[in-house]
């Protein structure tokens, strides 16, 4: 039970980049804006996030500064694919390749830590929260332990996190917002002939689009770690996509998968060194490649066809 416990704990830790940055390229992509994008735009977040937070001690400063830094990074993507209608896929490389040049560059030059920001004192790191009765409740057979150590003790951006995927879902389904942004990515034309503006309804999607992968990388920075470390996101980016993909471009089947990929990654972490029946111990490095593998084959068609918003990756001209 404890180990059981244990790894659902890390489950939630590890999956809220993830989640963050699946549901940033929901926005992106359901407005037929394709983003592989992510994983530099989280990485430069992380950098501007980690950085703030250690001089300004403070980690919602830090996660500002992270959040308006995806952004900003959004709307260069922006800028050369909805007002210029370049190449998507080259725009999202461009920005993956810049963020894991500059950010380990800035880091070296402005702190002198090789390529690190300096470790983030405590006041500068969001710190676990604990929910209310969740000491008085500890000692109960199997609920008490769930909500003392599964559900409480996680940080803010965990909880954010948890209210911001129904509010996706909400605002995809229930509004006009989220109307127009699932009809710009199948049929820009109609949307136009509607009277809606395509670019306008884009950048207010690729908009939404930054300040959530600037919350995941910030989360990276501020609460998992105490810090920004070279090549932090790990290709978090392209998990968070490929949950995307699996989750069919829909917000609680992204977030299941998510959840799929980070329980994996859990679990990778506490076989390392360990003898399974018949086979016997497994090297580290193929353990540690499961969650990646995963991908691979749930991409390979294990889920199902997945069909993709019509306009995905291609310019919007308008008509004469």
């Known amino acids: ?43 430069a977040a992380a950098f501007a996030g980690g950085s703030v937070a250690f001089i300004a001690a403070d980690p919602w400063v830090g996660l500002l500064a992270a959040m308006l830094t995806a952004w900003g990074l959004s709307m260069v993507h922006a800028f050369a694919c909805v007002t210029h209608n370049g190449n998507q896929m080259v725009s999202g490389m461009a920005i993956n ?19 690190r920001t300096p470790v983030l004192p405590t006041e500068g790191r969001f ?23 599964v559900i409480s003790g996680h940080t803010a ?14 605002i995809l389904y229930k509004t006009r917002f989220g109307l127009r942004l699932r009809a710009v990515g199948d049929n820009p034309h109609a949307l136009d002939t509607a009277g809606v503006s395509v670019a306008r309804t884009r950048y207010l999607a690729l908009s939404c689009n930054g300040l959530l992968c600037g919350m995941a990388g910030g989360y990276l920075s501020i609460a998992q770690s105490s810090g920004f470390l070279q090549d932090m996101t790990a290709g978090k980016g392209y998990l968070a996509l490929a949950a995307l993909i699996f989750g069919k471009w829909k917000p609680w089947p992204t977030l299941f998968a998510c959840l799929l990929f980070a329980f994996t990654d859990a679990l990778q972490v ?4 360990v003898a399974l029946p ?3 111990e497994v090297s580290v490095q193929f353990i540690q490649a499961v969650p990646y593998i995963l991908t691979v084959l749930l991409l390979a068609g294990f889920v199902g066809k ?13 008509s004469r």
Do not use: C, N
Not at 306 to 318: D, M, N, S
């Open 1 to 43: 039970m404890d180990m059981l416990v244990s790894m659902l704990d890390a489950t939630f830790r590890v999956a809220t980049p993830l989640v963050l940055a699946g549901l940033a390229g929901l926005f992106s992509e359901r407005s037929g804006v394709v983003d592989i994008g992510l994983e530099g735009k989280m990485l």
């Open 270 to 273: 506490r076989l390392q060194g």
């Open 127 to 149: 710190r676990p929260i604990d929910l209310p009765l969740a000491e008085t409740v500890k000692d109960v057979p199997i609920f008490g332990q769930l909500y003392s150590d």
């Open 278 to 280: 018949v086979i016997g």
């Open 157 to 170: 951006p965990v909880y954010l996190t948890a209210l911001i995927v129904p509010l996706v879902a909400y």
């Open 97 to 115: 390749i810049v963020a894991a040049g500059i950010t380990p560059t800035l880091a070296s030059a402005w702190f002198h830590e090789g390529g």
């Open 306 to 318: 997945a069909v993709a918003p019509k306009a995905i990756g291609l310019p919007y001209v308008k």
